[in-house]
Nanobody
């Protein structure tokens, strides 16, 4: 069992930066791949980024590639999403999730946090 809690969301102007964090409980955190997803009003939840359990491989959606960076610290049971050059289209609730494989599909993830709101103003 893994419990996840996101933090770091907020309101930022276009072109700005935010760093999201996800704190995990459970001794098996280091065995899970971790992903970030987002959901804008009226839209389906979509993949943003994922990182392998070891941190050695990352995966990004084309829409955030080159602007967002995912990282993890297994000693601290945390995963981060560094977001730069933010755009109004990045506005959404951001969720972290834990799963057994490095995947981009929401169905591949077993545990989810409650989400944190990111709002980018133009």
């Amino acid at each position: 069992q893994v419990q996840l809690r996101e933090s770091g969301g907020g309101l930022v102007q276009a072109g700005g930066s935010l760093r999201l964090s996800c704190a995990a409980s459970g001794r098996t955190f280091s065995t899970y791949a971790m992903g970030w997803f987002r959901q804008a009003p009226g839209k389906e939840r979509e993949f943003v980024a994922a990182i392998r359990w070891s941190g050695s491989i990352t995966l990004y959606a084309d829409s955030v590639k080159g602007r967002f960076t995912i990282s993890r610290d297994n000693a601290k049971n945390t995963v981060h999403l560094e977001m730069n050059s933010l755009k109004p289209d990045d506005t959404a609730v951001y969720y972290c999730a834990a799963g057994l494989g490095l995947r981009s599909a929401t169905a591949e993830y077993d545990y989810w946090g409650q989400g944190t709101q990111v709002t980018v103003s133009s």
